[in-house]
């Protein structure tokens, strides 16, 4: 009898393969798919010193980032003092709605300052006032912070510097030179 044309072929049955176990990574910590996060090795930031920013250095670069914030927040301080002067003048109350207005200007320079810094910090590593002070902000792996990470570090500083002013003084103490607000996000401020 002769196979027909139409017939379907027969295959040898499947077979199992033998089980062969994996290799195990060269690297037990590195990510099985490339670097997670997005963050690539930046050659500028290996060659940075370890060192932490002096005293004097970080001084200067809170020193300007304030008056830059006070700067930002100047229309609104403008506009509350003429509510001010407007009610002096008349003898009467200070007029609520341009004081509040005097208010709102006020807290939104400020907060849009701190905003600008934090995205700063994240993408350049410095604020305005830190680039002038040659200091830079990095993580403990040697990387930018994350922008959520530097507005929290923004936050945390402004209320820890409103609590208790005395709070600015734990870097004299700290083994690593570290604020406070630095622990909390680990990170810290070094040389350039």
Partial sequence: MSASPYAAPSYPPPTAAPYAPQSPPSDP????????????????L?????????????????????????LCALPGIVFYM???????????????????????????????YGLLCAYMTSTSGASPGKKVAGTV??????????????ILREVLKNVFGNICFLLNLWLLFDPARQQLYDKVVRANVYAR
């Fill in 82 to 112: 003429s509510a001010i002067v407007a009610g002096a003048r008349e003898g009467a109350e200070v007029p609520a709605g341009q004081a509040a207005g005097g208010y709102i200007l006020i807290y939104l320079g400020v907060i849009g």
């Fill in 29 to 44: 910590y590195a990510p099985a798919y490339g670097q997670v996060g997005g963050y690539s090795y930046n050659p500028m």
């Fill in 46 to 70: 290996a060659a940075l010193p370890a060192t932490p920013a002096g005293l004097g250095q970080r001084f200067i670069g809170s020193f300007v980032d304030g008056v830059l914030s006070v």
């Fill in 137 to 150: 902000v990095l993580r403990e792996d040697g990387q930018y912070l994350s922008f959520g990470m530097a």
